[in-house]
């Protein structure tokens, strides 16, 4: 399998180490024991497997969706892409489910652009912001400092 890997390759990837194309295989044996009875085991060569295979996968997917875009002449692959992609490859029933997701994803993408275009509003007609330190339990009654965030 590290053949077709390397053999995937472009040009420009060259001086690329096999390791940097592949996901870091913790990362795939966490994905791998969540399916799994919680105490099964999963042996060092399963997960190199799986490492190598899914890696693979996204590698392929990726090349389809870029091959589209440099056609349409764009140089940003989106989520559109990659629906499209796993369409054209043959994987038609994770099509609905993958927009689904992409859906909910952008909608909490923009709340979350609105919260931070509302907070810069606030900074811009508040633009100090101040701190306060100190205590009650002086003699001589309450001792705070005001001093403005940097």
């Not at 629906?83 to 038609?92: E, H, N, Q, S, V």
């Not at 909490?108 to 606030?122: M, S, V, Y």
Request: with cysteine; charged share 35%; net charge neutral.
């Amino acid at each position: 399998m590290s053949e077709n890997i390397i053999g995937a390759l472009n040009d420009h990837d060259v001086g690329i180490k096999e390791q940097d194309q592949l996901l870091p295989i913790a990362n795939v044996g966490r994905i791998m024991k969540q399916t799994v009875p919680q105490r099964a085991k999963i042996s060092k060569e399963a997960k190199e497997t799986m490492q190598e295979c899914v890696s693979e996968f996204i590698g392929f997917v990726t090349s389809e969706a870029s091959q589209k875009c440099r056609k349409e002449r764009r140089k940003t692959v989106n989520g559109d892409d990659i629906c499209w992609a796993l369409t054209a490859i043959g994987f038609d029933d994770y099509e609905v489910p993958l927009k689904l997701y992409l859906r909910k994803f952008r909608e909490l993408e923009g709340e979350k652009a609105a919260a931070n275009q509302t907070k810069d509003k606030e900074d811009e007609r508040y633009p100090l912001k101040f701190s306060f330190t100190g205590s009650t339990s002086s003699s001589k009654g309450a001792n705070f400092k005001i001093k403005p965030f940097d």
